[in-house]
């Protein structure tokens, strides 16, 4: 990943409470999508809410999902709308060569539908 585009540790937004994780999704090939997630009150029951599933594109060769630039993008987007956004983390080329970016995405969506009833392995 260039230089100019540190890198950011998953954190609560101090602006808008938009909160970030990271999840390991597939502990063989290293998938770590980063999670943020609005800000919910506490008195509020329980709801499900709308999903973007963010693919940062770059030519499959830099970038990630814990960079500046995707938090810049995702973090004002979450904290207006409300959604919750997942920025998946692929492996990248040309250590990586197509398809293996494809395949870590598809693992990501197939680890999102797992929680689509609330009963996936991370809360």
Not at 21 to 31: A, C, G, M, R, Y
Not at 48 to 70: A, M
Request: aromatic share 10%; net charge negative.
């Amino acid at each position: 990943m260039p230089a100019h585009h540190p890198r950011l540790p998953p954190s609560t937004d101090p602006i808008t409470d938009v909160q970030s994780k990271d999840v390991l999704i597939s502990p063989d090939h290293e998938t770590k999508p980063r999670i943020f997630l609005p800000k919910i009150n506490p008195e509020d029951p329980p709801q499900k809410l709308p999903l973007i599933f963010y693919i940062h594109d770059d030519r499959f060769c830099i970038w990630s999902p814990i960079n500046i630039v995707t938090h810049s993008f995702l973090t004002p987007l979450v904290s207006q709308t409300p959604v919750v956004a997942i920025a998946v983390g692929y492996r990248l080329a040309p250590e990586n060569p197509l398809p293996t970016a494809y395949h870590d995405c598809w693992a990501a969506f197939q680890w999102i539908a797992s929680h689509a009833t609330w009963s996936g392995p991370d809360p």
